[in-house]
């Protein structure tokens, strides 16, 4: 496993954290195919931290961002956890949407600029089993890791000496209370990348 998706640090950190299990996705400006597109159902999280802006979070979180300059990077680079994604949906009614904001760590504002940006592309909802290294990986930045991409390959990484960031128990919990959300406002088709 050598795919990595390029996350902001803070989303990585909550995931991490058992913050969330949610991220949205509407792709980066190079994106083929015209939106995002979850290219395997396991990747590491590669956290970025150029384009965070603490505005667009929610105050718990912004009071932990600080804002770079364009095209900082660390020069080494920390990957603390590899995921699984169990669930994904593409959604495109800003209801649906509102009502995920219990969810996750971005703000109301942020959410709604996301569906509105390239309007005719749905925002991917991926629901995500995290699981944390015993010791994170340290490697050097390397160019090809810039850009406004998603996907990236990384060196190879040991994804076996890692945990669950919760029990299955508590995970389906999560999804359920999640699913029930979005069913209070759509009818819930969902794709199950590692079924």
């Given at each position: 496993m ?9 989303a990585?950190?909550a ?6 299990i949610?991220?949205?996705r509407?792709?980066g400006?190079?994106e083929?195919?015209g939106?995002?597109t979850?290219?395997q159902?396991?990747?590491w ?6 384009h965070?802006k ?8 912004a009071?932990r961002v600080?804002s770079?300059?364009?095209?900082w990077h660390p020069e080494?680079?920390e ?6 994604v169990?669930h994904a949906?593409?959604v495109?009614e800003a ?14 504002t ?8 390239q309007?005719?592309s749905?925002v ?19 160019a090809e890791?810039?850009?406004?991409k ?6 190879d990484?040991d994804?076996n000496?890692?945990?669950p960031v919760?029990?299955?128990a508590d995970?389906?919990?999560?999804v359920e209370?999640?699913q029930?959300a ?5 009818p819930l088709?969902?794709s199950?990348?590692?079924a």
């Amino acid at each position: 496993m050598n795919t990595a998706l390029k996350e902001w640090a803070i989303a990585v950190e909550a995931l991490v954290q058992g913050e969330m299990i949610l991220l949205l996705r509407k792709g980066g400006i190079r994106e083929q195919a015209g939106g995002f597109t979850l290219v395997q159902p396991r990747f590491w999280l590669y956290p970025t931290f150029e384009h965070q802006k603490p505005h667009l979070l929610k105050t718990t979180y912004a009071d932990r961002v600080q804002s770079v300059a364009s095209g900082w990077h660390p020069e080494m680079v920390e990957i603390q956890a590899w995921v699984e994604v169990t669930h994904a949906y593409q959604v495109s009614e800003a209801a649906a949407i509102e009502a995920l904001l219990p969810f996750h760590i971005w703000t109301e504002t942020f959410v709604t600029d996301r569906l509105k940006w390239q309007p005719r592309s749905p925002v991917s909802l991926l629901l995500l089993r995290v699981y944390q290294l015993e010791q994170p990986v340290q490697i050097p930045y390397s160019a090809e890791y810039g850009g406004c991409k998603s996907w990236i390959e990384l060196p190879d990484l040991d994804a076996n000496a890692a945990r669950p960031v919760f029990a299955e128990a508590d995970y389906q919990r999560q999804v359920e209370q999640i699913q029930a959300a979005l069913e209070q406002t759509i009818p819930l088709t969902a794709s199950h990348p590692t079924a």
